[in-house]
T-cell receptor
Framework: DAGVIQSPRHEVTEMGQEVTLRCKPISGHDYLFWYRQTMMRGLELLIYFNNNVPIDDSGMPEDRFSAKMPNASFSTLKIQPSEPRDSAVYFC???????????FGSGTQLSVL | QKEVEQNSGPLSVPEGAIASLNCTYSDRVSQSFFWYRQYSGKSPELIMSIYSNGDKEDGRFTAQLNKASQYVSLLIRDSQPSDSATYLCAAPLNNAGNMLTFGGGTRLMVKP
């Protein structure tokens, strides 16, 4: 298996623009997670899905953030409008049954100017 | 106070020495603990999990858990320069819906 695939690897955008991050989990994994990593706050859970259904989005910082999982092989994280404080590395991860054994994608480095 | 706490480091050890990484957590009911390794510019990867009090060994790595003290550690024997990375402690916390919560990580530097 190719592992968790994220795109794009790098995204540079201007404040106010819409940003869409994409993720393809490992085939057969039941759980999908979106994390954000910054120097100040470390690795934070934003939202997770179980069998394509959003279970907990309490980590989503505000209404500008939204996530979808239309099928078992694809998820998106959207930021609209983006702000400079959204600059971070965004990781997607998936797991099979046991939610703690996460397999991370390579991440998207987002820079909002 | 963070719910999973680690010393941010950097922790510097000479090649061949034992590196000791420590982590404390706030949730007394946590039953499982995990160590992830993250190389610079890369994503975290799981290297150890521990569920019971005591030690768990896997090659050069030993995880130690003390639930009474709410303390978990990772020992790396015969440290190699390739072990230089940030080590993240993680636990599912009751007040986070039992979802995995990560510490801030300890940066380890192994000098040749």
């Amino acid at each position: 298996d190719a592992g968790v695939i994220q795109s794009p690897r790098h995204e540079v955008t201007e404040m106010g623009q819409e940003v869409t991050l994409r993720c393809k989990p490992i085939s057969g994994h039941d759980y999908l997670f979106w994390y954000r990593q910054t120097m100040m706050r470390g690795l934070e859970l934003l939202i997770y899905f179980n069998n394509n259904v959003p279970i907990d989005d309490s980590g989503m910082p505000e209404d500008r953030f939204s996530a979808k999982m239309p099928n078992a092989s694809f998820s998106t994280l959207k930021i609209q409008p983006s702000e400079p404080r959204d600059s971070a590395v965004y990781f997607c991860a998936s797991s099979l049954v046991q939610r703690e054994k996460l397999f991370f994608g390579s991440g998207t480095q987002l820079s909002v100017l | 106070q963070k719910e999973v706490e680690q010393n941010s480091g950097p922790l510097s050890v000479p090649e061949g020495a034992i590196a000791s990484l420590n982590c404390t957590y706030s949730d007394r009911v946590s039953q499982s603990f995990f160590w992830y390794r993250q190389y610079s510019g890369k994503s975290p990867e799981l290297i150890m999990s521990i569920y019971s009090n005591g030690d768990k060994e896997d090659g050069r790595f030993t995880a130690q858990l003390n639930k009474a003290s709410q303390y978990v550690s990772l020992l790396i024997r015969d440290s190699q320069p390739s072990d230089s990375a940030t080590y993240l402690c993680a636990a599912p916390l009751n007040n986070a819906g039992n979802m995995l919560t990560f510490g801030g990580g300890t940066r380890l530097m192994v000098k040749p």
